[in-house]
């Protein structure tokens, strides 16, 4: 199968476990070192399939696939090419989410595409947080218990926190300016928004996260991801041989200079722990903090966040004598 074909091509490689992670969902080949750098960086969703994945795909199908359909000038005039592509496209992320066995992460971010596939298809507008909510719901109705999980947590969380911030994105002139503004505006709103739930599931927080996730997610989601991919397919089509071969070695090549990176961030960067000195009112203080901070730009209130990171930064401290408990 992919799983042993991977296993036999990259015998010798120190990222077997990373790649086949990306391919196939699985994640035991993953080295406790490699995990602890991953976890320190903020950067362990990117090396599994995830929703970002799923996504991903269905991007570039969905691209690929209208290109390709609207060259044909008879096919438009039969079924629209934004139609058709956007059906090619869910084709594509369900086969994704079919190579990680429809893992919960993979699940929502179907459901989610399947949603708003049909109000597309259908040709009706519906908000995008209104496409969030009937996939909360539908995923609390086929498995009400993932609400005790953190991935449901930082999954919807961070899709929130997506679509809150472009919606209510500031207009710039220059388009390089706007795309570099608006990924870095994004990467710390969301490093900000999740932190209060890596908190209360982790008990810390990955201060080297939002540089790391900055230069990371461009080359997992553009290059890595698509390599990855196109070297499976490969497979699975021809049977193996040359090209996938090269496509692994590229693969190699491109998490070679970026664990690099993620190896100094890791070293540099100290967690924020969760320690018992943390009282559950420095948490909420830490959560308000986030809330103000979330508000739209302009509001001096805002200022007021200041007080509730200062509560969580520092704590009070009890000395327990010997004997004594609390």
Do not use: C
């Not at 362990?44 to 991007?59: D, R, Y």
């Not at 058709?84 to 990680?100: P, Q, R, V």
């Not at 900000?192 to 989601?221: C, E, K, R, S």
């Amino acid at each position: 199968d992919l799983g042993s074909h991977i296993n036999r091509r990259l015998a010798e490689s120190s990222y077997i476990g990373i790649i086949t992670a990306l391919t196939t969902g699985d994640r035991r080949a993953i080295s406790s070192q490699q995990w602890s750098v991953l976890q320190k960086t903020g950067t362990s969703h990117l090396m599994a399939i995830s929703g970002l994945h799923v996504g991903l795909v269905s991007g570039i199908a969905l691209f690929l696939f209208r290109f390709a359909w609207a060259r044909v000038p008879a096919l438009p005039l039969i079924y629209p090419a934004h139609k058709a592509a956007i059906i090619a496209a869910l084709l594509f992320a369900m086969f994704y989410s079919l190579l990680a066995g429809f893992s919960l992460p993979t699940q929502r971010a179907l459901l989610m595409l399947t949603i708003l596939s049909i109000s597309v298809l259908f040709s009706r507008r519906v908000r995008p947080f209104n496409i969030l909510s009937l996939t909360l719901l539908a995923v609390l109705v086929l498995d009400p218990l993932s609400i005790l999980s953190a991935g449901f947590w930082l999954s919807f969380s961070a899709v929130t926190m997506i679509l809150y911030t472009l919606l209510h994105r500031r207009n710039i002139s220059s388009r390089i300016v706007n795309g570099a503004t608006r990924a870095i505006h994004l990467q710390w709103k969301l490093s900000l928004m999740i932190a209060p739930v890596t908190l209360i599931f982790f008990q810390y927080i990955p201060l080297a996260g939002p540089v790391a996730n900055l230069i990371a997610i461009p080359v997992v989601a553009f290059f890595v991801v698509p390599l990855v991919l196109l070297a499976s397919l490969s497979y699975l089509v021809m049977g193996g041989g040359l090209l996938d071969q090269y496509l692994y070695q590229l693969v190699e090549f491109l998490l070679d200079y970026l664990w690099i990176l993620l190896d100094r961030l890791a070293a540099m960067a100290d967690e924020l722990s969760f320690s018992p000195d943390h009282s559950i009112v420095a948490l909420t203080g830490f959560i308000y903090a986030v809330m103000i901070i979330m508000l739209p730009t302009g509001l001096r209130m805002r200022r007021l966040a200041l007080v509730g990171l200062l509560v969580f930064l520092f704590p009070s401290r009890y000395e327990l004598g010997e004997g004594e408990f609390r």
